[in-house]
Structures are given as structure tokens and as C-alpha cells.
């Protein structure tokens, strides 16, 4: 299918006018960020396994009801996915205390919490993605109640089916984000869960030996980025598993740290 015309590019994605009206091609590049783009780099073959792990998962969430913009994949890059109108809150779902939750709390990494927490942030790459409460996208008119009611509804049922998902092969969901948005349909629009699900943005650790498996690899300079994104893909029945080979060897990545 040829590209059409770009409509916008992110730090891992680039937006093309869709063959159809109402639809959108969605690049997947090999670009890595963190920390709001202050830090830089690039993961080869990232964007390859992050269009098929995020196919796999919201083909997954489609079949137990969740409404998504996903259309179908296009080729090793590329997905068709509906034109909606995105929401400007980032949704983070925890189930493990990491990242900034450690940080701003003072719980220990890898603490499993009491109940899960769903938090929200306000999308503005110039103020740092700021936390916001309830009360705030109410205020702002970012989005209804009744919207917001529906995406804390599927971001819990999105985390339990994930858990599990994940669970099965041995690996622990810690926590992830998703983003969503509205289509409108005469006067009246709906919410679909957007963007993507991927090693990008959701903390993955191996169960058995705590390994991360995910893009804080790169946050931390830890190594292994390529092999953990490809560990996801493989346990997830995406990469074919090459016989008498090590699988996931990230040893060699702790000892040139001199870990």
C-alpha cells in the first residue's frame, strides 16, 4: 500500500493519511526515548516487534469486548487503525511500585502494591507529562465523566487480562500505559483504546529472575534492549525460537557494566 500523506510524527511513531476516510496508516520507527526525549537513541528492529506485539495484544482485547482502532496490520512497520480524536491523558495502570511512584513515594522498586492504581497524566511533552487528578480533566473539559468513567472501566479490564496474558509466560506486568480516544458517530462519539501496547511502554520483568524486559533497559543504560524486546516477541509466540541457542543472555550486558 503507498503512503499517503504525513500527518504527524511522535518520538516512536509517524502518522499517515489512511486509504479510506476515517483511517490512519501508523509507522513504527526504531527510535528510542526517554525522560521526555531528553534522552535519545535508537533500538534496532524495535519498531518491527512493537507493530506485532501491539497487533497480538489488541487482537487479544478486541475478542473479550474491548473497543479498539485497531484495523489490521499492514506489513512489518505498518498498521491501519481508525482516525480518532485522542484524549490528552496518559493512563498509567501499576501493580508493582517502579519508575516515578517509587521515586516520589520512597516504596522500594519491585514492591508489590495493595491494590492497583490508576493514575493520570496530562499529555505536553513542555511540561513533562504533569500529573492530574479527576478533578482536573473535569475542569479543563479534557474529558467527560462519563468518559472518563469508561476508560477507567477498561484500563482495569485491560490490567486484568494483561496480568494474566503475561502471567502465562512468565512474566510480571508491572505496570504500562495506555492512551485512548473518541470517534464521533453523528452527535454522539465513543471511546476506543488507541496508540499501542508494547515493551515501550510497559514494565515487564522476567518472574523468575527479575530481568527487565522493556525499554527501561534503555532508561538505565543496562543493555540487552534488543535481546529483551525479543524475548517479549518469542515467549509471546511471535519470533520463532532457535533451537541450541541462549534465548536471553543479558549477562554479558551486567558484566561490560561491571555489574
Not at 34 to 41: C, I, L, R, T, W
Not at 56 to 73: E, Q, S, V, Y
Not at 192 to 205: H, K, V
Amino acid at each position: 500500500m503507498s503512503r499517503r500523506r504525513q500527518i504527524y510524527e511522535g518520538k516512536a511513531k509517524i502518522l499517515y493519511e489512511g486509504p479510506e476516510p476515517g483511517t490512519i496508516i501508523q509507522y513504527f520507527k526504531d527510535d528510542a526515548t526517554a525522560f521526555n526525549a531528553q534522552k535519545k537513541g535508537m533500538i534496532s528492529g524495535k519498531g518491527v516487534i512493537n507493530n506485532r506485539v501491539s497487533e497480538h495484544i489488541f487482537t487479544l482485547l478486541a475478542g473479550i469486548g474491548i473497543p479498539t482502532h485497531f484495523i489490521r496490520r499492514l506489513n512489518m512497520r505498518e498498521q491501519l487503525v481508525k482516525q480518532v480524536e485522542i484524549i490528552p491523558i496518559e493512563v498509567v495502570i501499576r501493580n508493582v511500585a517502579a519508575g516515578s511512584l517509587s521515586k516520589r513515594l520512597g516504596i522500594e522498586e519491585g514492591t508489590p502494591l495493595p491494590r492497583t492504581i490508576i493514575e493520570y497524566y496530562y499529555k505536553d511533552d513542555a511540561l513533562n507529562d504533569p500529573m492530574v487528578a479527576d478533578e482536573h480533566i473535569a475542569c479543563f473539559g479534557w474529558a467527560t465523566q462519563e468518559e472518563m468513567h469508561d476508560i477507567a472501566d477498561m484500563a482495569i479490564r485491560v490490567n486484568d487480562f494483561m496480568s494474566g496474558l503475561f502471567a502465562a509466560i512468565n512474566i510480571r506486568l508491572v505496570d504500562f500505559k495506555l492512551e485512548f480516544g473518541r470517534v464521533w458517530e453523528n452527535d454522539y462519539s465513543r471511546v476506543l483504546l488507541a496508540d499501542e501496547i508494547s515493551p515501550d511502554g510497559c514494565r515487564l520483568w522476567d518472574m523468575v529472575t527479575n530481568e527487565k524486559l522493556d525499554k527501561d533497559r534503555f532508561r538505565q543504560d543496562l543493555g540487552g534492549e534488543v535481546e529483551a524486546y525479543q524475548e517479549i516477541a518469542r515467549r509471546l509466540g511471535l519470533l520463532p525460537v532457535e533451537p541450541d541457542t541462549e534465548v536471553l543472555d543479558l549477562e554479558s550486558h551486567r558484566k561490560n557494566r561491571g555489574l
